[in-house]
């Protein structure tokens, strides 16, 4: 998923005046790092991404450590080069997508095998911490109804079902192996249709039944709300994309770095779900939903 980054904030790119607490552009004050050597933690142009940066700051700052915030920033290849140049001290990353992006050849793999080859393929001077049990990739979701009227609980239950279902999402998700492809390959499934869509429409297609299976992003706010079924992927197909703060090594100590273990060894995905939710859904502020969650987690 070397792009999936910013497909899954594609359907939520209007709705960043919900986000963050923080200027997007705001200037740091030393050439590297932050003004007195602050933390500087930065955040992609998508919702979740701004979530995640407030909540590792407030974490930061909950412990006494200096905090610039540079969020909104853009695509993974913008903000990448500014972490590599010691503009960014940290940045909340998905294992796979960046992998992905440093080595377009790299299979999919689990959390374990994928932050191994994730180790290798980093430059000098940056490496990962710890990644967290959250992660905001591909799925084949299906309604409650569906889920109930055919007993579907994993891909391999659609094998027996799926001629008779049809299967939305984005274009690519048909000739992609981390698609259409791998579905048949890895679990003998074989939709009877497959209908394009954008992604902001799959939601709306699924609920009106116009399909009955859809590739969504794990994290989006819509499962929660309308109570989607998301199939489990035994054979990990889609390969793991954790949340998995990517750092600078040189302006990250061992305090702050143990600050940042402990909130990822927190977050699940089911909170970052409900936490987008309130974001994208009910329009709260990111940074006030970042610091509840903390307080809640005794993290603040």
């Known amino acids: 998923m070397s792009k999936k980054l910013a497909l899954a904030g594609l359907p939520l790119v209007l709705l960043l005046s919900a986000c963050g607490g923080s200027d997007p552009f705001e200037e740091s004050g030393d050439e590297e790092g932050g003004e007195s050597g602050a933390v500087v933690v930065g955040s992609a142009d998508f919702p979740e991404s701004t ?148 992604v902001a429409l799959l939601t709306k297609a699924l609920t009106d039944d116009d399909i009955q299976a859809a590739n969504l992003f794990t994290t989006d706010p819509q499962i929660v709300e309308e109570g989607f079924v998301v199939l489990e992927d035994p054979e990990n197909l889609f390969g793991a994309q954790n949340v998995t703060p990517l750092i600078n090594s040189e302006q990250v100590d061992e305090t702050v770095r143990g600050i940042i273990d402990g909130v990822s060894s927190t977050l699940t995905t089911e909170e970052l779900t409900e936490l987008n939710k309130r974001i994208v859904v009910d329009n709260e502020n990111a940074a006030d939903v970042a610091q509840e969650w903390l307080e809640e987690q005794g993290l603040a």
């Open 51 to 198: 979530l995640l940066a407030e909540v590792y700051g407030r974490a930061l700052e909950a412990e006494g450590v200096p905090v610039d915030y540079q969020l909104n920033i853009g695509s993974r290849e913008v903000y990448y080069d500014q972490i590599e140049a010691g503009a960014l001290s940290l940045f909340p990353e998905y294992n796979g997508a960046i992998l992905a992006y440093l080595d377009d050849e790299a299979p999919s793999a689990d959390s374990e095998e994928t932050n191994a080859l994730l180790e290798e393929a980093l430059p000098e001077g940056l490496e990962i911490l710890a990644s967290s049990e959250a992660e905001n990739k591909d799925s084949v979701t299906v309604t409650g109804e569906v889920a109930d009227e055919y007993d579907l609980a994993a891909l391999p239950d659609l094998a027996d079902v799926a001629d008779d279902l049809v299967l939305g999402g984005p274009p690519e998700f048909e000739t992609r192996q981390q698609g259409v492809m791998g579905l048949e390959s890895v679990y003998g499934v074989e939709f009877g249709e497959f209908r394009s869509l954008e």
